[in-house]
């Protein structure tokens, strides 16, 4: 499974953006799926997951209310929806695809990642 993250920007703090990611198979279907991000020189952060069939979500607690992860089987996509955005939410964001059909908020629940894209918010 290939994933292609794509949506990352410079946005002003307080402003929106809407990331997707692109699975190469339908196989990501039966697989939960997250977001990650990191900033240079800090450890990998789970962001939000999302389980197979849409109905189960799990957010980090700096994200909870402002970011919305959902995702489209039909067309092999998910999306991390942006609002509020904060300074410190800057990041390069990657998505994943867990190794079950829901997965939590450890790196090793998840088999395939993305490559990135990077989100960058300005004060």
């Known amino acids: 499974v290939q994933l292609q993250a794509s949506g990352g920007g410079l946005v002003q703090a307080g402003g929106s953006l809407r990331l997707s990611c692109a699975a190469s198979r339908r196989t990501s279907s039966n697989n939960g799926m997250a977001w990650f991000r990191q900033v240079p020189g800090k450890e990998r952060e789970f962001v939000a997951t999302?389980?197979?069939?849409?109905?189960?979500?799990y957010y980090a607690d700096s994200v909870k209310g402002r970011f919305t992860i959902s995702r489209d089987n039909a067309k092999n996509m998910v999306y991390l929806q942006m609002n509020g955005l904060k300074p410190e939410d800057t990041a390069v964001y990657f998505c994943a695809t867990a190794r079950a059909s829901t997965a939590g908020i450890q790196r090793e629940e998840y088999r395939y990642w993305g490559q990135g894209t990077l989100v960058t918010v300005s004060s």
């Open positions: 999302i389980n197979w069939s849409g109905f189960s979500t």
